[in-house]
T-cell receptor, first 118, second 117 residues
Framework: AQTVTQSQPEMSVQEAETVTLSCTYDTSESDYYLFWYKQPPSRQMILVIRQEAYKQQNATENRFSVNFQKAAKSFSLKISDSQLGDAAMYFCAYRRQIPIQGAQKLVFGQGTRLTINP | GAVVSQHPSWVICKSGTSVKIECRSLDFQATTMFWYRQFPKQSLMLMATSNEGSKATYEQGVEKDKFLINHASLTLSTLTVTSAHPEDSSFYIC?????????????FGPGTRLTVL
């Protein structure tokens, strides 16, 4: 079974600085998706960034970028120029690419609570 | 992005009663929806996968007779907590798989906070 591990329960960063959240996963599959979701105090899950495993290029979305190391099964999230609105729980998630029933579920890590210090 | 709604956003009920939570995909048809449970300061725990027109697939340890899931249309899935007890109090989140993205994207509802007295 696939597992996702976030080893940092809490992180904090000064506003405008850069922070990196760690995520490792375990799978025997070669094709899959990886995601970072943000859950602010409203508890609405918001997709931050997505990476397809077959793509070597790291995904980026404005101030958010990932460092995807497929061989090491590592998928870290870098937030540049941190803003107060970035404060939230961040969840790393894995999903198999096989489009069959039961294979579409997301497997979540434990989450990292990010605090932004003004 | 696509929109998924949940209703109600919060509900308080007495022990022993049943509560129904609705999950709707507003601008796309979702053949597959997912129901999660989240305890405070914890991650999302998948309860079941809901497929339109067929029985839901429950995760190990989830009581299917207690958490009834019905996916009667391509835009609506419901979760009914039967004979609710205080330990069922939690935050319930649904998500819907968007087939327009090849199924790679899931969009989440805003969640429902259930409190059982």
């Amino acid at each position: 079974a696939q597992t996702v591990t976030q080893s940092q329960p809490e992180m904090s960063v000064q506003e405008a600085e850069t922070v990196t959240l760690s995520c490792t996963y375990d799978t025997s599959e070669s094709d899959y998706y990886l995601f970072w979701y943000k859950q602010p105090p409203s508890r609405q899950m918001i997709l931050v960034i997505r990476q397809e495993a077959y793509k070597q290029q790291n995904a980026t979305e404005n101030r958010f970028s990932v460092n995807f190391q497929k061989a090491a099964k590592s998928f870290s999230l870098k937030i540049s120029d941190s803003q107060l609105g970035d404060a939230a729980m961040y969840f790393c998630a894995y999903r198999r690419q096989i489009p069959i029933q039961g294979a579409q579920k997301l497997v979540f890590g434990q989450g990292t609570r990010l605090t932004i210090n003004p | 992005g696509a929109v998924v709604s949940q209703h109600p956003s919060w509900v308080i009920c007495k022990s022993g009663t049943s509560v129904k939570i609705e999950c709707r995909s507003l601008d796309f048809q979702a053949t597959t929806m997912f129901w999660y449970r989240q305890f405070p300061k914890q991650s999302l725990m998948l309860m079941a996968t809901s497929n339109e027109g067929s029985k839901a697939t429950y995760e190990q340890g989830v009581e299917k007779d207690k958490f009834l899931i019905n996916h009667a249309s391509l835009t609506l899935s419901t979760l009914t907590v039967t004979s609710a007890h205080p330990e069922d109090s939690s935050f319930y989140i649904c998500s819907a798989r968007d087939p327009r993205t090849g199924g790679s994207m899931q969009y989440f509802g805003p969640g429902t906070r259930l409190t059982v007295l």
